[in-house]
Nanobody, 122 residues
Framework: QVQLVESGGGLVQPGGSLRLSCAAS????????MGWYRQAPGKQRELVAA???????NYADSVKGRFTISRDNAKNTVYLQMDSLKPEDTAVYYC????????????????WGQGTLVTVSS
C-alpha cells in the first residue's frame, strides 16, 4: 500500500503565506509526477501545480508567481509554498502522486492524499 500524508494547512490572512507538505510512504519503487490540486466549495477539483521527477514544473495561471512547488526525491516528499494568498485560494488542497509500486506486483498506481484545508480570511 502507498499513503500520502499532507500537513501545513490552516487559517491565514490575505497576503500571508503557508507551506504545505506531502510525504509518500509504502512499497514505492519510484514516483513520477507529484502535484497539488484544490477543491473549493461548489467547484470542481483543479490542478494547482505539478512537478516531475526531474524537477520540471507546471502551474495554474491563477497561482503563477505566488506559489512554488518543490520536491525532495530522497524523502518522497513534495512541498507547496504559497505566498501572497488571496481569499479565492481558500479550498481543500490534495496531494497527488503518480507512483510505481512493487507490491503485490510492479505496477503503476495513482495515489491521493486525504486533503488539508486552507482558509484565507481576515
Amino acid at each position: 500500500q502507498v499513503q500520502l500524508v499532507e500537513s501545513g494547512g490552516g487559517l491565514v490572512q490575505p497576503g500571508g503565506s503557508l507551506r504545505l507538505s506531502c510525504a509518500a510512504s509504502g512499497s514505492i519503487f519510484s514516483i513520477n509526477t507529484m502535484g497539488w490540486y484544490r477543491q473549493a466549495p461548489g467547484k470542481q477539483r483543479e490542478l494547482v501545480a505539478a512537478i516531475a521527477h526531474g524537477g520540471s514544473t507546471n502551474y495554474a495561471d491563477s497561482v503563477k508567481g505566488r506559489f512554488t512547488i518543490s520536491r525532495d526525491n530522497a524523502k518522497n516528499t513534495v512541498y507547496l509554498q504559497m505566498d501572497s494568498l488571496k481569499p479565492e485560494d481558500t479550498a481543500v488542497y490534495y496531494c497527488n502522486a503518480d507512483t510505481i509500486v512493487v507490491l503485490p506486483t510492479i505496477r503503476s498506481l495513482e495515489v491521493w492524499g486525504q486533503g488539508t484545508l486552507v482558509t484565507v480570511s481576515s
